[in-house]
Structures are given as structure tokens and as C-alpha cells.
């Protein structure tokens, strides 16, 4: 940071660099320095100020003094810090244009103060704008209502120096650090503004002379995100930093912050200092009750929200849908077709522009058609429609007659080659919540298999849940009827699923027919 002389934190780590720094202005950087334009400045014992006032303020309001924040006489702010309203009897030399002292200001309070975000000190004046003119002739330059363009023409008239340096904005970084201070959308100067060591607190000025920013800080040393030796962080984290390269911070945000009595107000809705506490925008959405649906059948249910601010864009997400449903982020429209029987718990959240967001949670009951705790409710159960409702691998559903069927001539055939071979063989189907369930089937198994040593195995699933499991050594003549109770998967689309799997030599052959879900 740019103060002369510190008394707290870093004033042993700065003697070196004033040193050096006094000597500079006048040699390295003397074409871009003069000992004009400072009109309105004011020198500091040991930082560079500026007699201001906002764009809205009347002549009858205090006038105001402006510096860094790490030129508070109570020390520098800590991260986060904000001071406000902190009495001070902080006096500076009011300057005329060549740096010529017009007379001593002195404040009564310290208005705001902070280090992050933004460097300032923003004082009130033991006298009114008017009584600024009258005493000295002088009137103080405005704060910048907006941000400054990029690449505009700025000086840097330092008072405790009484010299100018003139240049351009050359960009803005997205982040500066410095040791623990974080400032963002900081100035960046070209080359003419190497300031030095004291001009901490001098305007920067645009060529109407409107204070668009605050001289605060330079990289002396090359070090990296030190103190005297700040970095700048890109949005995307990447960390540069440049020796020589010095910046001024933000001060519009100060005119975001003004209210309707011309006084600085951190309630101010849109304030960007450091320490609003703007009420954000509340969005609301009605909650539509809770939902019942039927698998296979198209739902709809329109979700409707509103924004405590007009003409607000609000974009909806929803967590939990039912499977098949999905919901439209602009219109807040759910809709689909449910594939799948289960009770979810549905939360849908819509956002404004603000990220100001509202959220409601129902409950959403997909159940299947017909709805009742009766019959089979596999598809083609005996195979006879060949694969139709089913998922097989190739070749299982079959009807050859070397295996031949429990009924009629298809059955599901899985593996019997012999060789390492892997069949699957699966259908989901809904299981009625509520609903005591039965999963059953007809299973042959033949093998080329001898002893007791599992060699080729069949799984059956449904879901998640391994039923049982069948091997070579299970082999038997003719059909055996398995019958599980699947009660616990009421409520739920299950896929029920066989896989076999054969290893490389030796066939056995699994082989399923009349296959049932009986809800009772
Ligand atoms: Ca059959
Ligand atoms: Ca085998």
C-alpha cells in the first residue's frame, strides 16, 4: 500500500520502500508528473486525500474528505471490516491547483472505512460544501456515479506529494490481494501512474475531474500477494503479479449508496460497498398439492411463483420427479409420462436474476393402471409370443425342441454352449404398492457337468435383491416350479432379471418357461 508513514501493521516492512519511493516521482516517472492539477486535494500526515462530495449532495450538506481506508488514524481495517461513524478529528491541508496550502480541513467523523472490497476512508467535514467555498475558495470534486470506462485518460494528484501523474485505465482484475486484504474490479494503470510510497488516497480523476477511483497500491518488490506487493486473481483463480504495477480501487459504489436524505446508507436497495445489507428479493412459489399419477399415462401440473420485485425473470429446476417427468425451466410446466409405480417427494425451487430463489416440497404418487392387489402381471410369461415384452440376450428365447418347453413351444434358454458364455433374460414390471406379491417360475436344468463343483451358474434378481442363485449341480430332469415372495418391492417398478453365466467347457443349460408376478 501506498502510505508515507504507517503506525500499525507493515510500518517496519515499508521504511525501505519509502525511502526509496520518495526519491522516485521525480526521476523514473518525471515525464508523467506535474505540480498541477491539484486543486481540491488535501495533504495527510502520511497519505494523499481529496475534498469530495456525492452527485446528488447540496451545498448546504457537510463536505467530505476521501482516502484510503488504510490510512484510518485508528490503524488499518481488518479483512471484512467495515468502520462506520467513528468520531475523528483527522485535519488535512487543502491544496489550490499548484499544491499551494489554502488552509487546514478537519473532520468530525468517519463516515465508512474499509479495506475490502474497495480501500477507503470517507470523512465528514467540520463544514458545510458552501462553507468550503466561502472559507476557501475551492469546491470538491464529485464521486463518479458509475463505473469508469476502460482505457479513459486519469491523474493521480497527490497531496501529501504535490505532484500529478497522468495516464489511462489499462483494465480492471477481477481480484487483488494483498496479504489478508481482498479488493475486486480494481484499477489498473499503464505505465505514467507508477506511484509511489505516500500517494495512498489521492483521487484518480478523469478528465472532468470526477473522482472515479481511489490511488491505492503497487507491486514494489515482484513479491507475490505480499504486503506492498499485491496480485491480481483472475476469475478463473489464476494468480499474476507484475513489479512496478500499481492500482486504485473502486469508488462509485459510494454513490449506490446514497439515500434520499443524501447520506451514506448501507440499507440502500442496489448498494455496493462492503457492509449492504440490501434486502434481497423474496420469490414465493404455491405449493400445487399433493400428486397422483398412473404409470403410462401423461401428467401435467403448472407451478406457478411470484417475485416481491417486478418483472422478474424466474427459471425453474425440481429435484425428485417422478421417472418420465421433467420440468420446463421457463414456464415452470411438469410434465411427462410416469414410467415408473413409486411415492416421491418432489421439491421444486424457481430463481430469479438476483439468485434470489423460493422453493415448495409435495408429494407425487405414481401407482399402475387398474390399481388392485390381483392377477399376473408379467407380459408373454410363457414365451409363446416369442421376445416380445422381454430382454434377452440372443438366442435364449427359443423354440427348439432339444430343450423343450414347460408349455406350449417357447421358453427362455439360457446358455448351454459349453463354453465361457454369459444370457441375461429380463422384464420390469410394476408391483402395486400395498400388494402381497409372488415372482414364480418354471426352471430345467441339464448339464455336462459332474460332482458337486459349481462351474456354471444362474442368478435370479428382482432389482436390486438377489433371490437365488442356481448351478450345475442343481441339475435335474424335467421342471421344477421356484416361487419367491417379492411382497417387500410393493411400490416399485422392478426389473426382474436371470443371468447365467457358463464357464468354458462343459455345457449347462438353464432353462425357464411360465414365468409369473401374481399380486394378491
Ligand atoms: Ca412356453
Ligand atoms: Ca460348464
Redesign the pocket.
Known sequence: MRKRLVTGLGAVLLAAAVVAGSAAPATAAAPSIQATGLNATIALDNCSASLVKFPTSASTDRAMMLTNGHCYEGGMPGAGVVLQNKASTRSGTLLNDSGGSLGTVRADLLIYATMTGTDVSLYRLNQTIAQVQSSFGVSPMTIAASHPADGIAMTIPSGYWKQTWTCNINGFVYQLKEDAWTWKDSIRYNTGCNTTHGTSGSPILDSSRTVVGVNNTGNDDGARCTLNNPCEVDAAGNVTWTQGQSYGQQVYWFSTCVNSSRMLDLTVAGCLLTGASTPGNTVTVTNPGNQSSVTGTAASVQISASDSAPGQTLTYSATGLPAGLSINASTGLISGTPTTVQTATVTVTAKDTTNATGSTTFTWTVTSPGGTCTGQKLLNP???SGAASWTASSGVIDNGTSEP???????AWLNGYGSSHTDTLSQSVAIQAGCHATLSFYLHIDTGETGSTVYDKLTVQAGSTTLATYSNVNAAAGYVLRTFDVSSLAGQTVTIKFTGVEDSSLQTSFVI??AALTLS
Open positions: 410363457g414365451f409363446e418347453a414347460h408349455a406350449g413351444s417357447y421358453k418357461d411360465d
